[in-house]
């Protein structure tokens, strides 16, 4: 069971706007940074947004990260039926002596 | 082109062993983290571990620690994932990705590229 919690669904039609949540502590989100991932049916992930709010090259406008205290949150605008796909959010939890990398709940976009 | 090539489906038995690879290219493969993820059937990700070619340092999850071993050779640019003794639960989705991982100010850690995956499943 993941230590971060998204919601198991969200949906829009296409053109609105969608927003995930993420869900954690201090331990994790509250004091390391964010990155999301997004997962197209049968493909590997994809990274969308590192370091919060950081999109890598190629990776439009219409998808943007924040983070507040010990939450996060993807917005995507524009909503396209491309969009469908499985979203996660992961960020490094403190909680053990070693430490470890911990990936959210996933959230699945329907696209109406 | 960064890119991370795994190797193809495998299909063993419960009891058997089973090597799996993820060779990296168009980037220094000795300079930067390879993590694992699994993906069971209809499930979320799983963070297995991770490990620096470079000097072969190896962190595992706790869920993982003692059921797989992470290896890597850096003079073929490829790392491993590996189990001594399959179990039916063993079948899943397995991903590499390059890690860029550092410390300031929090930890900083990000997966990106990520292989195709390997599809391993483990049935009599």
């Known amino acids: 069971q993941s230590v971060l919690t998204q919601p198991p669904s969200v949906s829009a039609a296409p053109g609105q706007k969608v927003t995930i949540s993420c869900s954690g502590s201090?331990?994790?989100?509250?004091?390391?940074?964010v990155s999301w991932y997004q997962q197209l049916p049968g493909t590997a992930p994809k990274l969308l947004i590192y370091?919060?709010?950081k999109r890598p090259s190629g990776i439009p406008d219409r998808f943007s990260g924040s983070k507040s205290g010990t939450s996060a949150t993807l917005g995507i605008t524009g909503l396209q039926t491309g969009d469908e796909a499985d979203y996660y959010c992961?960020?490094?939890?403190?909680?053990?002596?070693?430490?470890?990398?911990?990936f959210g709940t996933g959230t699945k976009v329907t696209v109406l | 082109e960064v890119q991370l090539v795994q190797s193809g489906a495998e299909v063993k038995k419960p009891g058997e062993s089973l090597k799996i690879s993820c060779k990296g290219s168009?980037?220094?493969?000795?300079?930067?983290?390879i993590g694992w993820v699994r993906q069971m059937p209809g499930k979320g990700l799983e963070w297995m571990g991770i490990?620096?070619?470079?000097?072969?340092?190896?962190r595992y999850s706790p869920s993982f620690q003692g059921q797989v071993t992470i290896s890597a050779d850096k003079s073929i640019s490829t790392a491993y994932l590996q189990w001594s003794s399959l179990k039916a639960s063993d079948t899943a989705m397995y991903y590499c990705?390059?890690?860029?991982?550092?410390?300031?100010?929090?930890?900083?850690?990000?997966?990106?590229?990520w292989g195709q995956g390997t599809l391993v499943t483990v049935s009599s």
């Open positions: 990705a390059r890690v860029v991982e550092y410390q300031l100010l929090g930890f900083h850690n990000w997966f990106d590229p």
């Open positions: 168009g980037y220094s493969f000795t300079s930067y983290w």
């Open positions: 490990i620096y070619p470079g000097d072969s340092d190896t």
């Open positions: 201090s331990s994790n989100i509250g004091n390391n940074y």
């Open positions: 370091d919060n709010n």
């Open positions: 992961g960020t490094w939890d403190s909680s053990l002596s070693a430490g470890s990398y911990v």
